[in-house]
């Protein structure tokens, strides 16, 4: 069983940048798949970023290449977005997810990951 849990979201005017972070707690190994997803009220729960543990392959959403950065810490067990030039259309809760199998031509499907945290509100507005 793993635990999820995401921290970082808050307030930003448009341009500004983000860190946000995913702890989880329990096993992990290198094959699993860490990625970020993030849901408008009454949308579907879209896919942002994601990467292979052992760090081999990440891939991102059109919407966020060029601008986000997805990175992790093996020793702390974590993994992190920075976002820069943030847009009001980022606007969202950011979940981070947790698969037990890298596929990398499903990495951009929410049903692939096993685990989820709660989420943190991202605002971006002026």
């Known amino acids: 069983q793993v635990q999820v849990a995401e921290s970082g979201g808050g307030w930003v005017q448009p341009g500004g940048s983000l860190r946000l972070s995913c702890a989880a707690s329990?096993?992990?190994?290198?094959?699993?798949?860490w990625g970020w997803f993030r849901q408008d009220p009454g949308k579907e729960r879209e896919f942002v970023a994601a990467t292979r543990w052992n760090g081999a392959s990440t891939k991102y959403a059109d919407s966020a290449t060029g601008r986000f950065t997805i990175s992790r810490d093996r020793a702390k067990k974590m993994v992190f977005l920075q976002m820069n030039n943030l847009k009001p259309e980022d606007t969202a809760v950011y979940y981070c997810?947790?698969?037990?199998?890298?596929?990398?031509?499903?990495?951009?499907?929410?049903?692939?990951?096993?685990?989820w945290g709660q989420g943190t509100q991202v605002t971006v507005s002026s």
């Open positions: 997810g947790v698969g037990t199998r890298w596929i990398a031509s499903r990495m951009f499907l929410e049903r692939n990951y096993d685990y």
């Open positions: 329990g096993q992990t190994n290198s094959d699993y798949a």
